[in-house]
């Protein structure tokens, strides 16, 4: 007893700030009346999202019940480190929207906004005047596992805007921007950000007017872009015959990277000029590897402006109208991409681009350190060498559950 004793002792001291941290909750069965220490019971939540915010210290949590919720947050609580950030998540296996109306923005973060966490709450912009969630100058803040819905009200805007050292994780990023006869600058984005070291991974992106995620206007250097499907971004009969409809645009800093990406069904429906997969206008060493590009109107990837020491490594390029890559860039690594030839996807109409035994890019991409996995999240290599696109073939996923060890079958 003595001994055990002991080791909760330690694991409560060593667990710092967090050993204390609450959890407080919200539900549209609650009361603003509640004070917040009733609010740590599930009885007697609060009823707004952001009163319940107004409860939160660095490290707490608030869980928020089932509904749609009304309201633009403007202010919220910083977390210390990531360690001990603030929490704001959807009840376990539960559904929660915020969806203002006649607001500007659903989230609106300020300069000292940081190591704030968002998971599982949905966004719907639709209500706004410029769409879902203003990263601004914030920095360290994550959102994950949620549906984004985009104004169609702005001419120029994005569905999440600005930020630094933030992650976007598992989120559903479409609409807005489109509106009826669309002219300039009627141009919205999944993601736009002048700011540096962000990570968009694992996220589906369609259906927005122009560009899927713009890297512009800032230092914004060593910026993430993994993993992720970027899809159906094309429109036709517009008046802006400006537009480039583009997966990703890469037009600053040093460093940015795009790996194990899926884009198909990009550019205008005419098939003019300007639409690309990817698209890296200015910047220094750009990295793009291991990205499946389907069925583009015009080039699959382009590189401009004698953009210097940009890398194009291990891409499939299949089915662009014009061409694979448009080089205009200085000093370019172009090599062990397959272009030209069927990569043999399993059903390239249904949105299936793995590849299939006996593909010719099985085994024949050159080994990155950087990229140990697929898009799947299945270790590459499988094989004597990687795989060429965002698929490694045959690989195991890491998140399946591992086959049981350590028993025996006694037969009496």
């Known amino acids: 007893m003595r001994k055990l004793t002991f080791l909760f002792l330690c694991s409560f001291a060593a667990s710092g700030g967090v050993a204390h941290a609450a959890t407080y909750y919200v539900a549209k069965t609650g009361s603003n009346g509640n004070q917040c220490a009733q609010a740590r019971f599930e009885t007697s939540a609060k009823l707004t999202v952001a009163d319940g915010i107004g409860c939160l210290a660095a490290g707490d949590t ?31 296996n539960e559904t929660v929207w915020l ?30 005047s410029y769409g ?14 949620a549906e984004i819905i ?17 992650e ?37 992106i369609y259906d927005v007017s122009m560009q899927g995620i713009q ?43 795009a790996y194990n990406n899926v884009f198909y069904n990009i550019g205008r429906a ?27 109107s015009h080039y ?38 397959l272009e030209g030839t069927n990569p043999m996807f399993v059903d390239s109409g249904a949105g299936n681009f793995r590849l299939q035994a006996g593909s010719p890019a099985v085994n024949a991409a050159t080994s990155v350190p950087m990229v140990t996995s697929d898009i799947d999240g299945a270790t590459r290599p499988v094989g004597g060498a990687p795989d060429i696109g965002a698929y490694e073939y045959g690989g195991a996923d890491p998140s399946a559950p591992a086959a049981p060890t350590g028993f025996r079958i006694v037969v009496d």
């Open 300 to 337: 699959g990837v382009t590189i401009t402006n004698a953009v210097p020491n940009s890398v194009v490594q291990n891409n499939i390029f299949a089915g662009s109208s014009t061409g694979t890559l448009l080089d205009q860039g200085n000093g370019t690594t172009r090599d062990h991409n």
């Open 99 to 128: 969806a203002p109306n006649g607001t500007n923005y659903v989230l609106s973060f300020r300069v000292n906004d940081r190591f704030i966490e968002l998971d599982g709450i949905n966004m719907d912009g639709r209500g706004t």
């Open 168 to 204: 976007l994780i598992k989120l559903s990023i479409h609409g807005g921007g489109r509106g009826g006869g669309c002219g300039t600058p009627c141009a919205n984005y999944a993601f736009y950000t002048g700011g540096s070291n962000n990570i968009v991974d694992g996220c589906d």
């Open 62 to 92: 608030l869980l928020v019940r089932a509904g749609s919720y009304g309201e633009d947050i403007k202010s919220f609580v910083a977390g210390t480190s990531w360690d001990n950030k603030v929490r704001i998540a959807a009840y376990p």
């Open 270 to 296: 005419d098939g003019s000029s300007g639409n690309a997969a990817i698209t890296v206008y200015a910047g220094i060493g750009t990295k793009i590897w291991y990205n499946t590009i389907q069925s583009d």
């Open 215 to 257: 890297i512009y206007n800032g230092p914004a250097s060593n910026n993430i872009i993994r993993n992720n499907r970027i899809h159906d971004i094309t429109r036709s009969g517009d008046n802006n015959p400006g537009a480039r409809f583009v997966g990703i645009m890469i037009a600053s800093g040093t460093n940015n990277v």
């Open 150 to 166: 985009g104004s169609p009200n702005a001419g120029n805007c994005a569905n999440i805007c600005g930020g630094s050292d933030s």
């Open 132 to 145: 879902p969630v203003l990263l601004g100058s914030s920095s360290f803040i994550r959102l994950k596992n």
